[in-house]
């Protein structure tokens, strides 16, 4: 083993034995190279004062060299905040107002320890970095039977994670905290387990309420305190958008510092938050009370960034960071949240109204992108297929009979014709 990943495994260790334990051999393996090409630029880049011949790119007049043709569409931008290479990590004010706004919309991680966000090319470079770093063949993966379907190809596909899923919702239509917690005792001969939290959750819109929320917590500290490990990751991809009485806090903030078998890990980006999905820029924080262990881990992160994308794109860090030291940013972002809290009322009006007779009932939403229908006997497959070619409308088809519609990309006027057209087709084919 390299000596660096020796001692970033021995200062884990140090501070927390059982986060050491939950590391896949691809994690304990990993470290950020100390004397590598980038270790010796960036000490050039502090003392190479007459000449820096180091880093892989061209420059021209005291400067990084462009093209006309792309800057004359970025001039409100210098140079050196696009065409450079970013650090590994992300660019270090980016990084240092994305933990001020995650503290500040998440006032339970006041006085808790926890990490500097890395910057990640989006969500899922986030949880794969969490699948390389706690994965191996055969370790449990838990989350909900009502998921982004992106998890099995990252925890068991990629890692052969063992996916154990729980049904989402009780008969009451609450979260299932029973199953999260039957899930997770049931790898106590393991000893370990990766637990993925997704609120508001895809496909379904949903966020548990606050008392749910403590029942999440409360079995996860359960099953800690019966010797698992557990390594829970809150995939907050739609946070923020929670239009009802629900959480409006990630649960991170309620898991950092619960126990020492608890390691809790934040993935959340800009790119769903502020409406940006193609600029790919995500974060991962990890919470530890100890500084050498969230250290550690930190480098471990850089090791895998730095062996798959070397780093993210410089560009829209910096577009980001400009978004959020604007005085225009929260009236804007609120613009766009009235606009999509409507929406979501607007479906919920329809859906309450009565007229869509029998034909589906729907999973409970309160927040997202999202909600789904339950579809009473008919296939979501044959409805998919049927609404798609004789009425040109694209949903999703999820398992035997839910549909999932995205509110998200439909305007509020559209939304009732839209739902028209949905209960017309499920008629032509429950007449047919």
Same mark, same amino acid.
């Given at each position: 083993? =390299?000596?660096?990943?020796?001692?970033?495994?021995? =200062?884990?260790?140090?501070?927390?034995?059982?986060?050491?334990?939950?590391?896949?051999?691809?994690?304990?393996?990993?470290?950020?190279?100390?004397?590598?090409?980038?270790? &010796?630029?960036?000490?050039?880049?502090?003392?190479?004062?007459?000449?820096?011949?180091?880093? @892989?790119?061209?420059?021209?007049?005291?400067?990084?060299?462009?093209?006309?043709?792309? &800057? $004359?569409?970025?001039?409100?931008?210098?140079?050196?905040?696009? #065409?450079?290479?970013?650090?590994?990590?992300?660019?270090?004010?980016?990084?240092?107002?994305?933990?001020?706004?995650?503290?500040?919309?998440?006032?339970?991680? %006041?006085?808790?320890?926890?990490?500097?966000?890395?910057?990640?090319?989006?969500?899922?470079?986030?949880?794969?970095?969490?699948?390389?770093? *706690?994965?191996?063949?055969?370790?449990?993966?838990?989350?909900?039977?009502?998921?982004?379907?992106?998890?099995?190809?990252?925890?068991?596909?990629?890692?052969?994670?063992?996916?154990?899923?729980?049904?989402?919702?009780?008969?009451?239509?609450?979260?299932? !905290?029973?199953?999260?917690?039957?899930?997770?005792? %049931?790898?106590?001969?393991?000893?370990?387990?990766?637990?993925?939290?997704? *609120?508001?959750?895809?496909?379904?819109? #949903?966020?548990?309420?606050?008392?749910?929320?403590? +029942?999440?917590?409360?079995?996860?500290?359960?099953?800690? +305190?019966?010797?698992? =490990?557990?390594?829970?990751?809150?995939?907050?991809?739609?946070?923020? /958008?929670?239009?009802e009485d629900s959480l409006h806090e990630s649960l991170f903030g309620q898991l950092a510092g619960l126990h020492p078998r608890i390691l809790p890990v934040k993935?959340?980006?800009?790119?769903?938050?502020?409406?940006?999905?193609?600029?790919?820029?995500?974060?991962?924080?990890?919470?530890?009370?100890? &500084?050498?262990?969230?250290?550690? /881990?930190?480098?471990?992160?850089? @090791?895998?960034?730095?062996?798959?994308?070397? !780093?993210?794109?410089?560009?829209?860090?910096?577009?980001?960071?400009?978004?959020?030291?604007?005085?225009?940013?929260?009236? &804007?972002?609120?613009?766009? *949240?009235?606009?999509?809290? @409507?929406? %979501?009322?607007?479906?919920?009006?329809?859906?309450?109204?009565?007229?869509?007779?029998?034909?589906? !009932?729907?999973?409970?939403?309160?927040?997202?992108?999202?909600?789904?229908?339950?579809?009473?006997?008919? !296939?979501? $497959?044959?409805?998919?297929?049927?609404?798609?070619?004789?009425?040109?409308?694209?949903?999703?088809?999820?398992?035997?009979?839910?549909?999932?519609?995205?509110?998200?990309?439909?305007?509020?006027?559209?939304?009732?014709?839209? #739902?028209?057209?949905?209960?017309?087709?499920?008629?032509?084919?429950?007449?047919?």
């Open positions: 083993m =390299n000596p660096l990943a020796a001692q970033l495994n021995q =200062n884990i260790q140090t501070g927390n034995e059982h986060v050491y334990q939950m590391l896949s051999l691809l994690g304990k393996e990993i470290y950020f190279p100390k004397e590598g090409i980038l270790s &010796q630029s960036a000490e050039a880049g502090k003392l190479a004062k007459k000449y820096n011949a180091t880093i @892989g790119i061209a420059t021209e007049g005291n400067g990084p060299m462009h093209l006309e043709v792309i &800057q $004359e569409k970025l001039s409100a931008y210098s140079p050196k905040d696009l #065409y450079p290479y970013a650090p590994p990590a992300g660019k270090p004010e980016l990084r240092s107002v994305w933990r001020e706004k995650m503290l500040k919309e998440n006032p339970s991680l %006041a006085g808790k320890g926890y990490g500097l966000p890395v910057v990640t090319n989006a969500l899922t470079h986030g949880l794969s970095i969490v699948a390389d770093l *706690f994965t191996d063949e055969g370790d449990a993966v838990i989350y909900p039977d009502k998921n982004w379907e992106n998890y099995e190809l990252t925890f068991g596909i990629r890692r052969h994670g063992r996916l154990v899923n729980f049904t989402l919702f009780t008969e009451d239509y609450r979260f299932n !905290s029973e199953g999260l917690r039957d899930a997770l005792l %049931a790898q106590k001969e393991y000893g370990k387990a990766i637990v993925v939290l997704n *609120f508001p959750n895809n496909p379904t819109g #949903y966020t548990p309420g606050i008392e749910e929320g403590k +029942e999440i917590v409360a079995a996860i500290q359960e099953a800690a +305190e019966a010797g698992i =490990n557990v390594v829970v990751v809150t995939d907050d991809a739609y946070f923020g /958008l929670f239009f993935i959340d980006g800009a790119t769903k938050e502020e409406f940006v999905w193609g600029f790919r820029v995500g974060f991962i924080t990890f919470a530890s009370e100890h &500084q050498d262990v969230l250290s550690a /881990l930190e480098q471990k992160t850089l @090791g895998i960034i730095r062996a798959t994308i070397s !780093s993210g794109p410089h560009p829209s860090q910096t577009f980001v960071l400009d978004a959020l030291k604007s005085p225009d940013f929260e009236q &804007q972002k609120n613009e766009k *949240f009235q606009i999509m809290k @409507g929406r %979501a009322n607007k479906v919920k009006a329809l859906l309450d109204s009565g007229k869509y007779g029998d034909v589906w !009932s729907y999973y409970p939403f309160n927040s997202g992108y999202f909600m789904c229908l339950k579809l009473n006997g008919l !296939s979501a $497959e044959r409805l998919r297929t049927h609404l798609l070619e004789q009425y040109g409308v694209g949903t999703i088809a999820l398992g035997e009979y839910d549909l999932r519609i995205a509110f998200s990309c439909i305007e509020e006027e559209y939304l009732e014709d839209l #739902y028209d057209i949905v209960y017309r087709g499920a008629q032509d084919l429950l007449n047919a």
